[in-house]
């Protein structure tokens, strides 16, 4: 494309821009904490599911300050429902690195947001190119998908080298004076009219003029696709174990998918009652007995590579005395002066393991969405 028609599809994309852009709570704030909270909260996340957590998160905690004090516990529910909860931890772990290391701002440079936690290259493109004007391209999805329209580039984009070969292309589009409002315009292109599923939406495109698939007729090629693996299905059991007005909940702590988040107890496979029986049996003091156990809701969760198909079964625990004197060792304690993210006692001394009401599960602990039907069930009963 000649340098005339390169400065001209520029010119487009900001006009566009300047007309069209979607209203976000984080843009023209002009504040770089808001903008770093947004990118992190919009990897694997839809836009309209972020405004409602990006506000509730910002009343919560206004600053980088608020987020490097802030209890994991109480961080956790804030961030519960979005997923992907080791962005959470690296947001407070990068906010205790810029108080530490860089004077409690937000570094301006790429180089330099590259080394706090959580952060990797289109981040930290996006936020020095939309906050401190440094001319950085943030290769998302929807830049890559425009771009390898316009220009036709039918690369592997799964690889360093193909993203790094149109980062470069892209370069020469590149306005000197407002370079995150192009980023940010080709986003918003990317996200409401050069669709990546389904026909694009070329009639409304301000860029199909120039756009060398549209002319071709080939937009859906444009960037090729690749085939996407199966997710491996793995049957379990989720265990809702009630005890008067709470429930047992368990926090994860091997590695792997949900580390560090509160539970309901559940084991691999689909399991009959009487084995979900002698399996809750196993989380209780011989003397607490089990007066009744039915089969309960079934449910999925999808992961990005893993889907797990679950049953369920909820059992209620016999009320006598021996009962009520575990109670009150087992249950989470209510008293007074607890900070956000406390949940008071524990089981027994053990911090992985707590009896939980109605209080603790709506205000204080944090459940995986993969919990949720169970979560809203326990909710409306107790």
């Known amino acids: 494309m000649s340098n005339q028609k390169q400065v001209q599809l520029t010119a487009a994309v900001l006009r566009h821009y300047d007309r069209h852009k979607r209203e976000l709570p984080w843009r023209d704030s002009g504040n770089p904490y808001y903008v770093w909270l947004s990118e992190i909260m919009l990897q694997q996340t839809r836009v309209e599911a972020v405004k409602q957590y990006f506000n509730r998160f910002i009343m919560a905690l206004p600053d980088i300050s608020a987020l490097a004090d802030c209890d994991e516990e109480h961080?956790?529910?804030?961030?519960?429902?979005?997923?992907?909860?080791?962005?959470?931890?690296?947001?407070?772990?990068?906010?205790?690195?810029?108080?530490?290391?860089?004077?409690?701002?937000?570094?301006?440079?790429?180089?330099?947001?590259?080394?706090?936690?959580?952060?990797?290259?289109?981040?930290?493109?996006?936020?020095?190119s939309i906050c401190f004007g440094q001319s950085e391209v943030a290769l998302d999805g929807n830049l890559i998908r425009v771009f390898s329209r316009i220009l036709m580039v039918a690369e592997d984009f799964s690889k360093q080298s193909a993203k790094k070969k149109l980062e470069n292309m892209i370069l020469d589009y590149l306005p000197l004076k407002r370079p995150g409002d192009f980023n940010q315009a080709i986003m918003d292109i990317g996200a409401t009219i050069c669709l990546p599923n389904g026909k694009p939406l070329c009639h409304k495109c301000p860029v199909a003029e120039w756009c060398m698939a549209h002319q071709s007729g080939m937009e859906l090629s444009y960037p090729p696709k690749k085939e996407k693996k199966s997710r491996k299905i793995e049957k379990r059991t989720v265990l809702v174990i009630q005890q008067a007005d709470r429930v047992y909940l368990?926090?994860?702590?091997?590695?792997?998918?949900?580390?560090?988040?509160?539970?309901?107890?559940?084991?691999?496979?689909?399991?009959?009652?009487?084995?979900?029986?002698?399996?809750?049996?196993?989380?209780?003091?011989?003397?607490?007995?089990?007066?009744?156990?039915?089969?309960?809701?079934?449910?999925?969760?999808?992961?990005?590579?893993?889907?797990?198909?679950?049953?369920?079964?909820?059992a209620i625990l016999k009320e006598r005395s021996a009962v009520a004197e575990t109670r009150q060792t087992y249950q989470v304690s209510q008293g007074s002066g607890r900070k956000p993210g406390q949940v008071g006692k524990s089981i027994s001394g053990k911090t992985n393991q707590i009896w939980a009401g109605k209080k603790e599960i709506n205000l204080q602990l944090s459940l995986p969405s993969a919990f949720k039907v169970y979560q809203q069930a326990v909710l409306n009963y107790l």
């Open 75 to 128: 961080l956790l529910k804030l961030w519960e429902g979005l997923g992907y909860y080791s962005r959470a931890r690296n947001l407070k772990k990068a906010a205790q690195q810029i108080i530490d290391q860089f004077q409690g701002q937000l570094p301006r440079t790429k180089q330099e947001l590259l080394s706090l936690a959580g952060i990797g290259s289109y981040t930290a493109a996006a936020i020095a």
């Open 250 to 314: 368990q926090k994860r702590t091997h590695k792997g998918v949900l580390h560090g988040l509160w539970e309901f107890p559940s084991v691999p496979g689909h399991i009959d009652r009487q084995e979900a029986r002698e399996q809750i049996q196993e989380y209780l003091p011989l003397n607490v007995e089990i007066a009744e156990i039915r089969a309960f809701l079934p449910a999925n969760h999808i992961f990005s590579h893993l889907q797990w198909d679950m049953i369920s079964y909820w």
